[in-house]
């Protein structure tokens, strides 16, 4: 998801002030300038050498990004690069991760898009820093560059030898990369391509101090937020005192409409923000849309909305054939739902003479860095911004929100660093969720039977609201609640072919006309933002939804549709090879009570290729379990197949859990999803088997896959449900109570 | 505030606090023990869980007061990276976790289970771990990792 830097690009082009304060971060400005040359991946934005590697005299390498782990292995993906690329053994490779005072700035986290930026830029650093070192050994060995071999760091041409760690002082990192060393051919690849474990496992089983929520500072306080109960309630009043008069209690803090304590104990910092939401009197409006405990009125809601309508993708052709054609046509809806994190959101934070550090697990340390200042009022270079590992996110949760929580709170706190984490209502109630959606889609289908007329309109509220999302306004929670806010402003959609709320709605068959359109819904009266893979999960299940849809109206299989209109080899690919795995059988009608589907995308148009085929069993009370999925993914170079089968597995059980079960309740008033209990997701009871067949392309670039089967993963189980069934389910989640109605 | 006597991993522990402090908050801040992480608060999500008197149990509902002269077990216990549990090695030979802060309740559920049915079915193991929640979908490789630390055919392998 790449909304933010995009943004802060086009930021920087337009404002000459701000140019100047980021150059404090290091050679991020420096790309700007016009006459550069492009420089691969992540290399571009950060150009010096030293900002990514730096030998150490111990014979160590540290390896700086600006990517973070997030529980998905990038940490382990990236070392794996930097090992092969150095010819340095995998053990001496250390990761420092996104922090603003000491790594490049990549952005964010996001996007399916670290191992392509951050694992581009090492390996033509890597390969640059050691052709350098070969240099040096040459000149210092007195023999030709051809002659040396390198084995752990280890120079040699017998008898000589020289290693890494004796030349340190005879190369200088500290220059820009040229990228004119070229990395490896994929045969030399010793460490990439291996299922190396996770570098931070061992320490998450055996209790390590693993997560942000594990830190523990010198004289550290414990904080807690009170979160108005409604997004656009006024506080009247509120009885300070009496919470400031409870046992442990270091400090109340009342900002305009932003409260939050701080106590010696943790357990008194929630007590006394218990006292405080219990004398916090509020004035609320009911400012909600319609339709908040399901049903068709928010989708007919969202259709009336204002809206910014734009169009996404056309094709007309001049002439198109007569003859006689089918017009199929169908509407798909998504609720709103939730990333719901297992641990809530938490940060650490102190204040001290003025300088603000702040440990975070926020997917994007610089862009918050940003925010930050605006809702602290202090300049940028007085914030630092470090990642610490949190809960999975899955997208935008509450982390940056936290971090601006327990900044606020340090001003109260005399010095004293305090670690603030949500409460699980918190997070419920005010994580940004993923839109809920609306995809309007017609088809029409020549005497043949194929596609000649495709159109796909999409209403959707934003799916970026991260912090920098639009320059003009500061993206986190607690300013905008301040009695002088920093106000967000409307964030604008990611252009294609990425896109946002748009994302995979272009089609990646060939039809010779369509038209994608997009009423971009720029109030949000429920707060919305990136939930992994944006649009294109809910875009993915109509336009895959939709061409099964199509193809029996045409009277062909799904999978032989699929390909008469797929001209791209890659994608044919995982189609058919997640169609053979799974045992497809062509035009087989399911009983009534099992069935199965298929579906495929390629994330973005631009990630990982991906099909799954799902198959369902039904029960006549409507109640569908999902009993297994194969995958077929193409990512190009493999740097670590388990972790690829990790995130791809990963996916499709979160997001047959999406599809499943998942839906953000809320009144007029008030998001009503506030625990477990409210938002049921996949137990080990509902969860399908799943199975992962890699294709390697070590010749291609490396394409990421954290977010590639969320998408085809809900087309296929509706197509399965179709199948078996013979009804068609367009509305999110497919509860028992829709199925059972569905079928009777 | 008075005092409590608490036995944790084999030893006697003091701690001055409520009665109705949650034990999740004794054992993570008075102990500084991170493997119970706090999820919900509400025993919903089993990221907490620990094991007394050889039971599982939600430390987040469970007071200190009512832990006194039982027998507290966090992950600490079991083994460390170097002398890992047999739970702790299969965990990471699966590579059983992405973001792994539900993991430590996970093997603590599994081990409650274990120490009884040492060799589980793979239902009586998803039964013992539907309380525990995982948000990144990497349960079929928890049941895997329980499988193998059970010695019991894993499937697929």
Redo the contacts between chains.
């Keep these: 998801m790449n909304t933010a830097i995009l943004s802060r690009r086009k930021f920087l082009k337009q404002s000459s002030a701000i140019v100047a304060t980021f150059s404090l971060a290091g050679p991020a400005a420096i790309a700007q300038q016009p006459a550069r040359p492009a420089l691969p991946g992540g290399l571009n934005n950060n150009r010096m050498l030293d900002g990514w590697i730096r030998i150490n005299a111990n014979g160590t390498v540290t390896v700086h990004t600006g990517k973070c782990e997030?529980?998905?292995?990038i940490l382990t993906a990236l070392a794996q690069i930097a090992a092969d690329e150095l010819d340095v053994s995998y053990e001496r490779i250390e990761m420092v991760s996104a922090d603003t005072a000491r790594t490049p700035d990549e952005g964010m986290t996001a996007g399916s898009l670290s191992v392509e930026n951050s694992g581009t830029a090492l390996r033509f650093a890597c390969a640059e820093a050691r052709g350098m070192l070969l240099a040096a050994a040459a000149q210092k060995l007195n023999v030709a560059v051809e002659k040396l071999s390198v084995a752990d760091g280890a120079i040699s041409a017998s008898p000589v030898r020289v290693t890494y760690w004796d030349l340190i002082k005879d190369i200088n990192l500290k220059r820009e990369a040229t990228a004119t060393h070229k990395p490896k051919a994929p045969s030399q690849h010793k460490v990439i391509g291996k299922?190396l474990?996770?570098r931070?496992?061992?320490?998450?089983?055996?209790?390590?101090?693993?997560?942000v929520?594990?830190m523990?500072l010198p004289g550290m306080v414990?904080g807690r937020v009170v979160r108005p109960p409604s997004y656009r309630a006024m506080l009247a009043s509120v009885d300070e005192a009496a919470a400031k008069a409870l046992?442990g209690v270091v400090a109340v803090m009342r900002d305009g409409n932003f409260l939050a304590v701080a106590a010696e104990?943790?357990?008194q910092a929630i007590k006394a923000a218990q006292a405080l939401r219990a004398s916090a009197k509020w004035n609320e409006t009911p400012d909600l849309p319609p339709g908040g405990t399901g049903g068709a009125a928010l989708y007919e809601h969202l259709k009336k909305m204002p809206s910014r309508d734009m169009v996404i993708s056309t094709k007309t052709p001049a002439a198109v054939s007569g003859g006689k054609v089918t017009s199929v046509e169908a509407e798909y809806t998504r609720p709103f739902q939730a990333h719901?994190?297992?641990?809530?959101s938490c940060a650490v934070a102190q204040l001290k003479d003025g300088k603000y550090q702040v440990w975070t697990h926020s997917q994007g340390v610089f862009p918050l860095r940003t925010d930050l200042a605006k809702a602290l009022k202090t300049p940028v270079a007085n914030v630092t911004c470090t990642h610490v590992?949190?809960?999975?996110c899955?997208g935008h949760n509450g982390a940056d929100d936290v971090a601006c929580d327990a900044a606020l709170l340090a001003r109260a706190t005399n010095g004293r660093p305090v670690k603030l984490?949500w409460?699980?209502e918190d997070e419920f109630g005010w994580e940004p969720f993923g839109s809920a959606m609306v995809m309007k889609m017609q088809a029409q289908l020549d005497e043949a039977g194929t596609i000649v007329n495709w159109q796909h309109e999409i209403w959707s509220h934003p799916h970026s609201t991260r912090p920098m999302s639009n320059p003009a306004g500061s993206f986190v929670l607690g300013g905008w609640h301040l009695e002088n806010p920093a106000p967000p402003a409307v964030p604008n959609n990611s252009p294609q072919p990425s896109g946002a709320a748009d994302r995979n709605a272009v089609p990646l068959y060939d039809f010779p006309r369509q038209n994608i359109l997009l009423h971009y819904l720029t109030d949000m009266p429920v707060r919305t933002s990136a939930l992994r893979t944006l649009g294109a999960y809910a875009n993915v299940f109509a336009l895959e939804s939709f061409i099964d849809e199509t193809a029996l109206a045409a009277g062909v299989d799904p999978v032989e549709f699929r390909l008469r209109h797929m001209k791209n080899p890659r994608a044919r690919a995982v189609i058919e090879l997640a169609a053979q795995k799974a045992g497809w059988k062509p035009n087989a009608k399911g009983d009534g009570s099992k069935g199965r589907g298929i579906a495929f995308s390629q994330y973005k148009n631009l990630a990982c290729y991906c099909a799954v085929v799902a198959e369902v069993t039904v029960d006549r009370a409507g109640n569908v379990k999902v009993t297994r999925a194969v995958s077929a993914v193409d990512a190009g170079m493999v740097v670590n197949p388990?972790g690829i089968v990790?995130?791809i597995?990963?996916?499709?059980?979160?997001s047959a859990?999406w599809t499943m079960k998942e839906q953000v309740k809320f009144d007029r008033q008030r998001i009503t999803t506030r625990?477990?209990?409210d938002y049921p997701?996949?137990?080990?009871?509902d969860?399908p088997?799943?199975e992962v067949h890699i294709i390697n392309l070590p010749n291609e670039r490396p394409l990421g896959v954290g977010e590639g089967s969320q998408g085809p993963t809900v087309a296929a189980i509706a197509n399965a449900i179709a199948n078996a069934t013979g009804r068609r389910l367009r509305d999110l989640p497919f509860t028992a109570e829709k199925v059972r109605v569905a079928v009777s | 505030?008075p005092d409590y006597n608490l036995r944790v991993n084999g030893e006697q522990r003091t701690v001055r606090?409520?009665a109705d402090?949650?034990l999740l908050?004794v054992l993570?801040?008075d102990f500084?023990?991170?493997?119970p992480?706090?999820?919900?608060?509400?025993a919903?999500?089993g990221?907490c869980t620990v094991m007394i008197d050889g039971k599982p149990a939600r430390s987040c509902v469970t007071p200190c007061s009512a832990s006194v002269g039982k027998n507290i077990t966090?992950?600490?216990s079991?083994?460390?990276?170097d002398k890992?549990h047999a739970l702790?090695k299969a965990?990471?030979d699966e590579?059983a976790?992405?973001?792994?802060?539900?993991?430590?309740g996970m093997?603590m559920s599994a081990k409650a289970l274990l120490d009884v049915t040492p060799k589980p079915t793979e239902a009586q193991?998803?039964q013992a771990?539907?309380g525990?929640?995982?948000?990144?979908?990497?349960?079929?490789?928890?049941?895997r990792a329980v499988q193998r630390a059970a010695g019991v055919a894993v499937?697929g392998a």
């Design positions: 997030l529980g998905q292995g299922s474990p996770r931070d496992l061992p320490a998450k089983v055996t209790g390590g101090a693993a997560y929520q594990d523990r414990f046992p104990r943790e357990e719901g994190s297992i641990g809530p590992e949190g809960s999975g899955y984490q409460m699980r388990d990790n995130q597995e990963g996916g499709i059980i979160q859990s625990s477990w209990a997701i996949f137990t080990f009871a969860v088997a799943v | 505030m606090t409520d402090t949650p908050y993570r801040n500084e023990l991170n493997s992480k706090y999820g919900c608060g509400l919903q999500c990221s966090t992950l600490e079991l083994g460390t990276i890992p702790q965990f990471l590579q976790a992405q973001c792994g802060y539900c993991t430590s093997i193991i998803k771990l539907a525990n929640l995982c948000r990144c979908g990497t349960h079929n490789r928890v049941v499937k």
